[in-house]
């Protein structure tokens, strides 16, 4: 499975972003797609997660202004991000899970300005 996440940039606190996760290659029915982000320093953390029957998961520092989405016939997953904060500046990163193995995607930057 290959992924292409695309969507990051420099965004005024305030703003908006949206980042797109393309899944490519053998992709199993049931899987899991999950957006995480590694700001500088730090370990990487899950941001969302959304299960192919569209079950999500948010980590508390961003519900409410992050929603995660996917289309199951483009096989990609989308992370609307809303009233961006300068503490969301990171590289995010998207995960594919299956049974059997999990893949990431090379990450895209995102920098909120103040």
């Known amino acids: 499975v290959q992924l292409q996440a695309s969507g990051g940039g420099l965004v005024q606190a305030g703003g908006a972003l949206r980042l797109s996760c393309a899944a490519s290659?053998?992709?199993?029915?049931?899987?899991?797609m999950s957006w995480y982000r590694q700001a500088a320093g730090e370990q990487r953390e899950l941001v969302a997660a959304?299960?192919?029957?569209?079950?999500?998961n948010y980590a508390d520092l961003v519900k409410g202004r992050f929603t995660i989405s996917r289309d199951n016939a483009k096989n990609t997953m989308y992370l609307q991000m809303n009233n961006l904060k300068p503490e969301d500046t990171a590289v995010y990163y998207c995960?594919?899970?299956?049974?059997?193995?999990?893949?990431w995607g090379q990450g895209t930057q995102v920098t909120v300005s103040s």
């Open positions: 959304i299960t192919s029957d569209s079950r999500t």
């Open positions: 995960l594919y899970r299956d049974r059997a193995s999990d893949y």
């Open positions: 290659g053998n992709i199993v029915s049931i899987n899991t």
